[in-house]
């Protein structure tokens, strides 16, 4: 067999050199997916392949938000609920993926989803109001 000398000077450097770099790839994904579901929330919740799991997990809350966007106990902590994390915890995962509180960006989800709905022509503003879960005209 062959065998491979090297000393603990260059383990150590590779493995830091393996650990800066996979550190730089996780920040480089992080503000990819932030750029990508920050700044346009689309409204079809359409299931595709996903490819991580920051992905699949965004998506699952957007499908979430949709299914019970009428429902005024729609928040931050029945959001956690159904994905079955704590409140800080789900808090805290979509504040770094997204760059913004999650009730934000319920809002914001309601938000351009009453705006889709006005923009149909389709609806009287109260009926979009009822259906993207505003019960208060104020």
Same mark, same amino acid.
């Given at each position: %067999?062959?065998?491979i000398?090297?000393s603990?000077k $260059?383990?150590?450097?590779?493995g830091?050199?393996? +650990?800066k770099w *996979?550190?730089?790839?996780? &920040?480089?994904? *992080?503000? /990819?997916l932030k750029?990508?579901? %920050?700044?346009?929330i689309?409204?079809?919740a @359409?299931i595709e392949?996903l490819? @991580?799991q $920051?992905e ?5 809350? /957007?499908?979430? &938000?949709?299914?019970?966007?009428q429902?005024?106990?729609? @928040?931050?902590e =029945? #959001?956690a609920e159904?994905c079955s994390?704590?409140r800080?915890? =789900?808090? *805290?995962?979509m504040?770094s #993926? +997204?760059g913004?509180p999650? @009730?934000? =960006? /319920?809002?914001?989800?309601? +938000?351009?989803?009453a705006?889709?709905?006005?923009q149909s %022509? ?7 109001a009822?259906?993207t879960g ?5």
């Amino acid at each position: %067999g062959m065998m491979i000398v090297c000393s603990v000077k $260059d383990v150590k450097e590779t493995g830091l050199n393996l +650990l800066k770099w *996979r550190a730089k790839n996780l &920040i480089e994904n *992080r503000n /990819i997916l932030k750029q990508e579901f %920050g700044k346009k929330i689309s409204v079809e919740a @359409s299931i595709e392949n996903l490819a @991580s799991q $920051d992905e699949r997990f965004i998506q699952q809350v /957007i499908v979430l &938000i949709e299914k019970h966007l009428q429902n005024n106990k729609l @928040s931050v902590e =029945f #959001l956690a609920e159904e994905c079955s994390m704590s409140r800080a915890t =789900f808090y *805290r995962k979509m504040e770094s #993926l +997204l760059g913004e509180p999650p @009730s934000v =960006f /319920i809002k914001n989800y309601r +938000l351009k989803k009453a705006a889709l709905l006005l923009q149909s %022509g389709n609806y009287y503003v109260s009926e979009v109001a009822y259906q993207t879960g505003f019960r208060n005209p104020t």
